[in-house]
């Protein structure tokens, strides 16, 4: 089940009873926003007090396509997702760049937990988007 929910400030209040027994979290801010990259910390921490202690976060910068106007850095949301441990790429909803990734990535980690043996290696996501990312690059396809 996917939800998708207000982002708004006027429905924070409210929103937490959304999320809190999700199982993976996808969070994203706008590209050409900066004011949406800045609110992501305000999330975080808001997320770190209601979601699930085991929660799935990745942090998304959407808008991709829109390059032209650009405000936030790929690389300051690549430092900030680096900083609260939580993987990290751009995507656009409107070209689809990296949407089914993102999708991906989170249930095959979900998949991964359930069934996941002891003696098992723990799959790891950051791994996993990187390989897929080169996977892409290598052959040309977006
Ligand atoms: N160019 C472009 N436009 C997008 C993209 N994603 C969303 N939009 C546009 O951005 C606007 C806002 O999109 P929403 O999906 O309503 O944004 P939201 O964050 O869900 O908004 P809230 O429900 O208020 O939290 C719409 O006009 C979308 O068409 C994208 O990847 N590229």
């Known amino acids: 089940?996917?939800?998708?929910?207000?982002?708004?400030?006027?429905?924070?209040?409210?929103?937490?009873?959304?999320?809190?027994?999700?199982?993976?979290?996808?969070?994203?801010?706008?590209?050409?926003?900066?004011?949406?990259?800045?609110?992501?910390?305000?999330?975080?921490?808001?997320?770190?007090?209601?979601?699930?202690?085991?929660?799935?976060?990745?942090?998304?910068?959407?808008?991709?396509?829109?390059?032209?106007?650009?405000a936030v850095k790929k690389e300051e949301g690549e430092r900030l997702a680096k900083e609260y441990g939580v993987p990290f790429m751009e995507t656009s909803a409107k070209s689809g760049v990296n949407v089914e990734l993102a999708f991906l990535a989170v249930a095959k980690e979900l998949k991964h937990r359930t069934t996941q043996q002891p003696n098992e290696p723990k799959f790891q996501i950051h791994e996993y988007i990187e390989s897929q990312r080169q996977k892409s690059a290598c052959c040309g396809l977006k």
């Open 1 to 70: 089940q996917i939800w998708d929910t207000a982002g708004q400030e006027r429905f924070r209040s409210v929103t937490h009873a959304y999320y809190r027994d999700a199982q993976a979290l996808l969070l994203l801010y706008d590209i050409t926003s900066k004011a949406s990259f800045d609110n992501i910390r305000a999330w975080l921490t808001e997320i770190h007090e209601y979601a699930q202690k085991d929660v799935v976060i990745m942090l998304l910068g959407n808008k991709a396509d829109m390059a032209a106007e650009r």
